[in-house]
Every structure is written in structure tokens, then in C-alpha cells.
């Protein structure tokens, strides 16, 4: 079965690395490239991405980050049999962090993973039971406020064997692309850094994430961070016609945002507020970090064979991931306070 599993992946690591240096992502729509205007220069890379901004910017412009096409693709690639379901350790895990990584760099973000020697890598590495798996991170400096730092993360892992967790959790994974790309269309740098994390070993109790905030980053201190936003399982918006934004509490600078954000899209149903204790915000809130939490509940597929791309709610996929892109990108140019936001509330601020 192993052998099987290994034949069958290879190919795979190789598609995403031609995929994403070949400028193209496949099955995206031809004209998902016309249809949004290309900017004349693109964003400030920050300077430590070094020698590697021109070769970075080659797939900014590849595709209208959230467009439903767009998202099938990454999510078909996520969420196909090939990987099986990303348990962790397993080769379909890999690919999965492999396709990220790869992302990751060529839409310019600075990786943060371990550093080995004079190399650091976008793959944070950690252990899940016994399973060697990692964490995948990058960012972007803020131009203006490059200390004060939103984290913008999604679990990569699922359950594996036939299971293919394509709502949990493909579909956060290829909105915090989304959104990474999005962020880097806009004509200017964010005036905040922004982390882009995806977590391995969520299925097992959140250890991907728990390890992260064990072990921040060095570019990355927890202290600095002002907001965390968590994307897992919005592909069921249909299931109960809502989606949440748990920890968008009343006081929280986010809520004002994503109130207003929110009248842009008025097929979402969004629940403001309430705290999950289920989910990898839980680790940023222990910290006293503040955190939004998108999530659409799946009274049909949870944990089950048929999680699948096709039992997709994509329309609403879409405007969930798009809604997350612009609070983060808000957030990130606000000129409300968000460190003395955070030291006064914290995670909560009923
Ligand atoms: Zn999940």
C-alpha cells in the first residue's frame, strides 16, 4: 500500500513545482488572468525576501485570487485522491506542504521555518504522533508597522486513509492562498507584516499550531502579534446556511470591520461573536491574542468519506474567503490601535 501511496505522489510534487514556475495554475479559467487588472509594479517584496523578487512576483498576477475557478484548482489538488487525505507523515502530507511552500514563494513571502545553516526554509518542523510533519510559514513586511504582526492560518492535514478532507480542511488552505495573493495584487505593501501559516497535526489536538506558539518564529514574536484569523471548513455554508466568525466580540476591532465588510455579501449569513474552544485559534488566545474564526458547520460530511470537492458549497466558499481577505487586508492598514487593543481586551471584549 506504501509503494502504491509513494508511486503515486511522486508525479504529483512534480505538477505543483511546474505548476506554480510555469506562471499557470491549472484548470484556472484562461481569462482569470485578463479580467483582473494587472498592476503596473507590483508591491514592495521586503528587502530580507533578497535576490529572489522578480522570480517571486511570477505568479502574483496568475489568477483572480478568489474566483470559484481558481479555488476549485487548489482545491482539487489538495483535496485529490492522490494525497488521500494529508495524514500527517504520510507522502500525500508532504505534497500538500510542498504545493504550499511553493506558493508561498512565488507570490514572494519571506519563509520563517527552521533555520538550517545559512538557509531558512518555509517548513517548521515538529512531530506528530511519531509522524515527522511540519508547519508551513511565510510573510510579508509591513511597510509602515512591520511590528505589529497578523497571522492569517488554515490546517493542511486530515485524516487520510480515503478520507480527503477537502472542507476539512483544503478549503482554509486555498483561502489563505487566496487571500496571500490578494494582498500581494494591491498596489501598496500592507502597513502591517502579515503571516501566512498553515499547520500540520490539527486532526490530532491542534499539535501543528500548539508547536507554533511554543515556538514562534524568531522574524515572528507572539508578542508583536496583533491578530490571529483562522480559516477551517467554510465549503458548508449551504449545510446551515451560515457561516461563524467566532472571537469577533463586540469590543474587538475586528467586529466593527467584518460588520461593514459584511453588507458586501448578502447571501453570507455571518454569526459575529462567540468563542470556539475547537479549532487552532486556541493556542493565539491562550496568549491573550485576539482572533476571528471562520467556520461553517457540515451537518453531512463532517469526518466522513464524503468530503469531497464536489460537495462543495464554492459560491459561498468564495465570498467566505474574499470576506477573510478584506479583514485582513483592513486590518492590516487600520489606523485603530490594535496593540493597546490587545493589551486592554485581549481575546475576548464581550
Ligand atoms: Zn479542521
Known sequence: MLSGVTRAC??????????????AMPHASPEAGALR????????????????????????????????????????LLASPALDGRAPGTPGDVAARTLIAERFRCLGLVPAGDVRGDDTGYEQAFTAAGKPTANVIGYLRGATKPDEIIVV?????????????????????????????SIRQRPEAPARTIAFVTFG?????????????????AALPLARVVQYINIDMI????????????????????????????????????GLGG??????????????????FFWTPDNRCYHERCDTVDKLDLPHLAQIAELAGGLVDELARTSVDLVASKAKIGCFGR
Do not use: M, W
Open 10 to 23: 511522486a508525479p504529483i510534487v512534480l505538477a505543483f513545482v511546474t505548476a506554480c514556475s510555469s506562471k
Open 37 to 76: 487588472p494587472v498592476v503596473a509594479s507590483p508591491p514592495t517584496v521586503a528587502a530580507d525576501a533578497g535576490t529572489d523578487a522578480a522570480v517571486a512576483a511570477s505568479c502574483v498576477d496568475d489568477a483572480r485570487p478568489f474566483d470559484p475557478a481558481t479555488l476549485r484548482a487548489n482545491l482539487e
Open 153 to 181: 492560518g488554515a490546517h493542511h492535514d486530515h485524516l487520510g486513509g480515503g478520507h480527503l478532507g477537502a472542507n476539512d480542511n483544503a478549503s482554509g488552505v486555498a483561502a489563505v492562498l487566496a487571500v496571500a495573493q
Open 201 to 217: 497535526g490539527e486532526e490530532q489536538g491542534l499539535l501543528g499550531s500548539l508547536h507554533y506558539v511554543a515556538n514562534p518564529p
Open 235 to 270: 465549503g458548508s455554508h449551504a449545510s446551515t446556511d451560515a457561516v461563524h466568525a467566532f472571537g469577533a466580540f463586540a469590543k474587538q476591532p475586528a467586529r466593527a470591520i467584518l460588520a461593514r465588510l459584511d453588507d458586501s455579501f448578502p447571501t453570507l449569513n455571518v
Open 275 to 292: 468563542h470556539s474552544v475547537r479549532g487552532d485559534q486556541v493556542g493565539f488566545c491562550r496568549r491573550g491574542i485576539p482572533y476571528v
